[in-house]
């Protein structure tokens, strides 16, 4: 018995030892007398590193201050001191940390914890002195390969090479070319005619030959400059932009529909143009990368700065039925960061996607670091102007704020009635309760509707011309007096919604609600509406030709009554015109009578939306369904964007607020009709604009992980945004937030010089 139990207990103090937990260690010293086999550092520690840590404490993640994969950084340690003490793990941050003893938080970060005996293997070795040999490379640091290959260093003029025949350079490079030409025995080839000369130089600026008229010009210009003339004017022309922008568009996938199978057309010109006007402008290379990875952050982005992020949106969109978004969301994602890599950096960065590079010094790590400052960025859709429309939207706001002024000069007292229609309309409202309905799936037409934080519904994926989504819900509350609908904008949607048709629009043919008891769910009765409101009424107006379903009907869109009036020709529309229509909008649909079942009721709600045709849909974009039992509930008629101002105390708010409420407050101003009728014509002069794909920052970035073979539903380790560690850090500048680099930081490592 007592042999049996001590080699138990033996046993036990193995296994306790295996998981590096020295519970025994009298024990284990007087009976294991096998000698431990030395641990090398490269080939078992710095494996396990590089899996696990290297994503946040290498030179290319700023993270913490703590390196770990360089040999004298690694033994120096942070911030926090030594996290090494060779000889005494039990003493050694590092293995505290991995092992999650002594009280502290067990790392990684965000990861799987290491195994039992990758933990072991790191006890041995600090214990045996943790050696880390002079000649380890670590996988991380640049490698002595990367330091020497051509491609990794910043190039140098070389010196100008001395030639025999110096009569015949023109300018530097002919003395390379010549050089060569005298080691090789060869001479230069006889000087083109004129005629050739300029049609060889016509084609290489400008892609076109050149005219009769512009040959005899060159013919008869006998100056010594006639040439360098010749070359000023092509670079002149406006269709040097057109020759030399084609190369570029081709390296960021340019093109003017969708993709896959349904391949949609996209209005995406606007970045075509700011590719050759940038060409045609000689914009600096730094300033050519910057905006089109990060313009939308610059100080006081401009149109154009915001356009030309469009770069990184020129990947191929699936709108297919039954497709899941995040799937081809993270597809188009993988393309940009080709296009980063091919069109940039001049590397085949793709590889990485999948696992470490098998030839260049790019760690999958460092691949989903870099992928980490576009994951912070949201798919935008805006609207965007010609010069000439521009000017048309500029001269509608100059009039416009001249009138609004007028108005407030020649009321002085302004502010202060202001101030009490405010306190008017802050009371009263009903209290709604937000459903959070399930999806009939088999109703959506292959559409997607994903819940969003708010209780809300994004619709991506394929979008059916037609369709009546059913979305179910149950409740206790009783004597339900009425629904509300919101329509909510989203940057995600065409020209921010919240409709998806091309406009940003959505039109409602029907909306219907049944309910049935909880405890008798095939009981279901149709509820009756006794009226509709809504905070914008809009005219009665014909559908344009893009939405013909082939029917002959003459279908229209209208009030908000449209949508309760059982007629499928019928639907609520939403459209203010150019300038006004792509804000959030509400209705009301008020019951007949209260609905309420003794035990909880099942509601489902219908919203018919058959007011697409073709291929083009009218569908709603983002919208959140509500209920109240409030009697004489009605449609809140303040916009959305005024509603939330006025939730901001008066003192907070900053002026171009405070102006924002009053231009809606002027419109309530019975005694005001003139001025507000004289805006509205204004407002019939806004040019319609045109769209534009880019990118804009989400207010909560995405988490980022490296995935297994690439593969979005296998997410592993958390990294931060970051950079390769062969090539130059990060720069330290203004444009890091919250203490973390930013895509503007990364658009600026990738078009600086040391990069």
């Given at each position: 018995m007592v042999g049996k139990t001590r080699l138990k207990y033996l046993a036990c103090t193995v296994v306790l030892c295996a998981l590096g937990l020295q519970t025994f260690p009298r024990l284990a010293r007087t009976?294991?007398?096998?000698?431990?086999?030395?641990?090398?550092?490269?080939?078992?520690?710095?494996?396990?590193?590089?899996?696990?840590?290297?994503?946040?404490?290498?030179?290319?993640?700023?993270?913490?201050g703590l390196r770990l994969d360089d040999r004298a950084a690694f033994l120096a340690g942070g911030a926090n001191g030594k996290i090494v003490v060779p000889g005494k793990s039990a003493d050694s941050t590092l293995y505290k940390r991995v092992a999650g003893v002594g009280g502290l938080t067990r790392m990684p970060f965000g990861g799987q914890p290491l195994a039992p005996a990758e933990i072991e293997l790191i006890r041995v070795w600090i214990d045996q002195?943790?050696?880390?040999?002079?000649?380890?490379?670590?996988?991380?640091?640049?490698?002595?390969?990367?330091?020497?290959?051509w491609g990794f260093i910043a190039p140098v003029l070389p010196p100008i090479p001395a030639v025999a025949h110096k009569t015949w350079v023109r300018n530097p490079i002919d003395s390379f070319v010549l050089a060569r030409l005298e080691k090789e025995g060869l001479t230069p080839s006889p000087r083109a005619d004129r005629v050739t000369l300029l049609r060889r130089l016509s084609l290489d600026l400008i892609g076109l030959p050149p005219t009769p008229a512009e040959v005899d010009a060159f013919l008869a210009d006998r100056s010594p400059n006639a040439y360098e003339k010749q070359v000023d004017r092509l670079l002149n022309s406006p269709h040097y932009g057109e020759r030399w922008g084609r190369i570029w568009l081709d390296a960021a996938r340019y093109a003017d529909s969708n993709g896959y199978e349904k391949d949609q057309p996209r209005s995406v010109w606007f970045y075509r143009d700011?590719?050759?006007?940038?060409?045609?402008?000689?914009?600096?290379?730094?300033?050519?990368?910057?905006?089109?990875?990060?313009?939308?952050?610059?100080?006081?982005?401009?149109?154009?700065?915001?356009?030309?992020?469009?770069?990184?949106?020129?990947?191929?969109?699936?709108?297919?039925?039954?497709?899941?978004?995040?799937?081809?969301?993270?597809?188009?994602?993988?393309?940009?960061?080709?296009?980063?890599?091919?069109?940039?950096?001049?590397?085949?960065?793709?590889?990485?996607?999948?696992?470490?590079?098998?030839?260049?010094?790019?760690?999958?790590?460092?691949?989903?670091?870099?992928?980490?400052?576009?994951?912070?960025?949201?798919?935008?859709?805006?609207?965007?102007?010609?010069?000439?429309?521009?000017?048309?939207r500029e001269e509608v706001f100059r009039k416009t704020r001249q009138i609004e002024a007028l108005l407030q000069q020649q009321h002085p007292a302004w502010k202060e009635d202001m101030a009490r229609w405010e306190e008017q309309v802050t009371t009263g409202q009903p209290d709604w309760t937000v459903m959070h309905p399930a999806i009939d799936d088999l109703s959506t037409g292959g559409q997607k509707y994903i819940e969003q934080p708010d209780g809300s519904f994004i619709c991506q994926g394929y979008a059916p011309p037609k369709s009546s989504v059913k979305l179910t819900v149950k409740t206790d509350v009783q004597n339900i007096t009425a629904f509300r609908l919101e329509l909510l904008t989203d940057q995600r949607l065409p020209l921010s919604g919240p409709g998806r048709s091309f406009q940003g629009m959505t039109a409602l043919t029907e909306f219907k609600v049944q309910a049935a008891p909880a405890d008798a769910p095939t009981k279901v009765v149709n509820l009756k509406f006794a009226k509709a409101t809504t905070d914008f009424e809009q005219p009665v107006m014909p559908l344009t030709p893009v939405f013909d379903d082939k029917s002959g009907r003459e279908r229209v869109t209208g009030p908000v009554e449209f949508a309760i009036d059982d007629k499928d020709e019928t639907a609520w529309g939403i459209d203010a015109g150019p300038g006004l229509r792509n804000q959030s909008r509400k209705a009301v649909f008020t019951l007949a009578e209260p609905v309420s079942f003794p035990h909880g009721t099942i509601l489902t709600v219908s919203l018919v939306q058959n007011h697409g045709g073709g291929e083009e849909s009218n569908n709603l974009g983002r919208f959140r369904l509500s209920f109240t039992n409030t009697l004489g509930a009605t449609a809140d008629p303040l916009p959305k964007e005024v509603r939330d101002i006025l939730a901001i105390p008066a003192a907070q708010r900053i002026p171009v607020q405070v102006q924002r409420v009053f231009s809606y407050w002027r419109t309530t101003v019975p005694d005001w009709k003139a001025a507000n009728d004289q805006i509205a014509e204004l407002w019939r002069d806004?040019?319609?604009?045109?769209?534009?794909?880019?990118?804009?920052?989400?207010?909560?970035?995405?988490?980022?992980?490296?995935?297994?073979?690439?593969?979005?539903?296998?997410?592993?380790?958390?990294v931060q945004p970051g950079v390769p560690a062969f090539l130059y850090p990060l720069p330290q500048d203004d444009s890091w937030k919250d203490g973390q680099p930013t895509r503007l930081t990364f658009g600026r490592w990738l078009a600086s010089r040391k990069s």
């Open positions: 009976q294991n007398t096998t000698p431990v086999p030395k641990v090398d550092y490269q080939k078992d520690i710095q494996p396990i590193l590089e899996k696990n840590c290297y994503s946040c404490h290498s030179s290319g993640q700023q993270m913490s002195g943790a050696e880390i040999p002079e000649s380890a490379a670590a996988s991380y640091a640049p490698s002595m390969a990367a330091k020497k290959h700011w590719v050759i006007n940038s060409l045609n402008h000689d914009m600096p290379y730094n300033e050519f990368i910057i905006e089109q990875i990060a313009g939308d952050l610059l100080p006081h982005a401009t149109q154009d700065q915001i356009v030309a992020t469009g770069f990184l949106r020129n990947s191929m969109i699936n709108e297919e039925g039954g497709i899941d978004p995040e799937q081809f969301r993270m597809e188009a994602m993988f393309d940009r960061m080709d296009a980063i890599g091919k069109g940039i950096l001049g590397l085949t960065i793709q590889c990485a996607q999948c696992h470490n590079h098998k030839f260049d010094p790019l760690k999958q790590a460092e691949y989903y670091s870099m992928f980490a400052f576009i994951n912070a960025a949201n798919d935008a859709n805006i609207p965007v102007y010609t010069p000439q429309e521009e000017t048309r806004y040019p319609e604009g045109a769209s534009q794909l880019v990118l804009s920052t989400r207010d909560t970035p995405r988490e980022t992980h490296i995935l297994t073979r690439g593969d979005f539903l296998h997410p592993t380790t958390l």
